[in-house]
C-alpha cells in the first residue's frame, strides 16, 4: 500500500498575518473527487455504528455526516481561526479528516486522482488543526440550522443583484421584510443552488426517469406526460452551468490581478471589490447577461429549456400517441 506524508505542507499565516486555508470542497478537481470522498465518508459513518443497522440508515448517517463536513469547513475557512468555545468541535473536525484520509488511502488502487484527493483532504486537515485562537465566541454546528447566502460572497451578490426588482423599498436591503414573496422564493432557490450537490441531484433524476421507463401499464400519453413531468422538474439544473459560467467570468477578472485565487462559498467579494470598483460594475453586467435579466430586472434562465421539453412531448405524443 501506498505511504503518504500526512505532514505535508502544513498551512501558515504569513507576514501580512493572512491565513491561506486550503479546503478541498474548493479544489479545482472537487468534482471528480467527490464520489470518492462521498465512498470514504460512507465508510466513516459505518464503522462508527455499533449496533446492526439497516443500509438505508447508514445512507443517512453518511449524507449527514458529508454535510456537516463541508459545513464546518466553510464556516472555519471564513471564520480564518477558531473560537475558545469552539476547540472541541475543531478538533472533532479534524479527527473526522483523519479518519477520511485513513479511508482514502486504504484503497488497493492508488491512482493520480487518488492521491490528488489525499493531497487535498490532507491540506484541509492541517489548515483545521493550524487554525489560530480567535478571541470571543463562535457559532457550533447544528445540522437543523437553516443554510444561508452568506454576505460579500459569489452567491450572495448574484441574490443582491437578481432579487432588485422585489424589493418593496429599492434603497433598502436584502432582508425578509423588504423583499416580496416572488423575491424570497428566489433567493431561497438560488441558496439552495449554492448548496446543492448536482451529480447527485441528477443521479435521482436518472433513478426517477428509469422507473418511469420500466413502470408497466401506462398509456402512451401517460408516459410521455410522466418523462416530461420529470424532465420539468429537474430543469432547474440549468442554473448549475449558468452559476458556473458566471463564476469562470469572475475568476476571469479577479485573478490574478486583485486575488490570488477565489473560493466560491469563502471569498469576501465586496472587500475585493473595494480595490476593483469596474470591475464590480463588469460583473453585474456579466449577472445580468447569464441570468437573461429583462428590461424589468426579472431573470428568464428556465424559459427556454422549459419550452424546449414542452416541445419534445407534444411532439412526441402528437406523433407516436
Same mark, same amino acid.
Given at each position: $500500500?501506498? *505511504? ?6 502544513? #498551512? ?20 471528480? $473527487?467527490?464520489? /470518492? ?16 443497522? @439497516? ?13 456537516? @463536513? ?33 479511508? #482514502?488511502?486504504?484503497?488497493? *488502487? ?7 484527493? /489525499? ?11 493550524? @487554525?489560530?485562537? @480567535? ?77 418511469? *421507463? ?38 476571469? $477578472? ?17 472587500? #475585493? ?13 456579466? #449577472? ?25 412531448? *407534444? ?7
Amino acid at each position: $500500500m501506498t *505511504e503518504f506524508n500526512y505532514q505535508l505542507n502544513p #498551512v501558515q499565516v504569513d507576514p501580512s498575518g493572512h491565513y491561506d486555508f486550503q479546503n478541498v470542497f474548493d479544489f479545482p478537481d472537487f468534482i471528480e $473527487m467527490r464520489p /470518492v470522498l462521498r465512498e470514504a465518508v460512507r465508510q466513516v459513518a459505518k464503522e462508527g455504528v455499533k449496533e446492526p443497522t @439497516l443500509p438505508v440508515q447508514v445512507e443517512r448517517m453518511a449524507t449527514a455526516l458529508e454535510e456537516q @463536513l463541508e459545513r464546518c469547513t466553510r464556516k472555519y475557512e471564513r471564520q480564518a481561526g477558531y473560537y475558545p468555545n469552539q476547540k472541541k468541535e475543531k478538533n472533532e473536525l479534524s479527527r473526522l479528516f483523519t479518519h477520511v484520509l485513513q479511508a #482514502v488511502s486504504a484503497r488497493d *488502487e492508488i491512482d493520480q486522482d487518488i492521491e490528488d484527493l /489525499v493531497y487535498a483532504v490532507n491540506q484541509t486537515r492541517l489548515s483545521i488543526i493550524g @487554525l489560530p485562537l @480567535l478571541e470571543g465566541e463562535g457559532p457550533l454546528y447544528s445540522p437543523d440550522q437553516d443554510q444561508e447566502l452568506l454576505p460579500g460572497t459569489f452567491y450572495y451578490l448574484v441574490a443582491l443583484e437578481l432579487v432588485r426588482p422585489y424589493l418593496k423599498d429599492p434603497k433598502g436591503g436584502m432582508v425578509p421584510e423588504n423583499v416580496t414573496k416572488k423575491g424570497r422564493d428566489l433567493v431561497l432557490h438560488l441558496t439552495t443552488y449554492a448548496y446543492r450537490d448536482w451529480d447527485s441531484y441528477l443521479t435521482h433524476q436518472y433513478d426517477e426517469k428509469h422507473a418511469i *421507463e420500466n413502470q408497466k401499464g401506462l398509456t402512451n400519453v401517460e408516459y410521455y406526460d410522466r418523462l416530461e413531468e420529470n424532465e420539468r422538474h429537474y430543469a432547474d439544473h440549468a442554473y448549475a452551468d449558468v452559476l458556473a459560467d458566471l463564476f469562470g467570468d469572475l475568476e476571469q $477578472m479577479l485573478v490574478p490581478t486583485y486575488c490570488d485565487h477565489l473560493a466560491i462559498m469563502g471569498t469576501n467579494l465586496e472587500q #475585493v471589490f473595494q480595490k476593483a470598483p469596474l470591475v464590480r460594475l463588469q460583473f453585474t453586467q456579466k #449577472v445580468r447577461e447569464r441570468f437573461l435579466v429583462d428590461d424589468q430586472g426579472e431573470e428568464h434562465v428556465m424559459d427556454q429549456p422549459l419550452q424546449s421539453i414542452h416541445q419534445k412531448y *407534444e411532439f412526441y405524443r402528437t406523433n407516436f400517441s
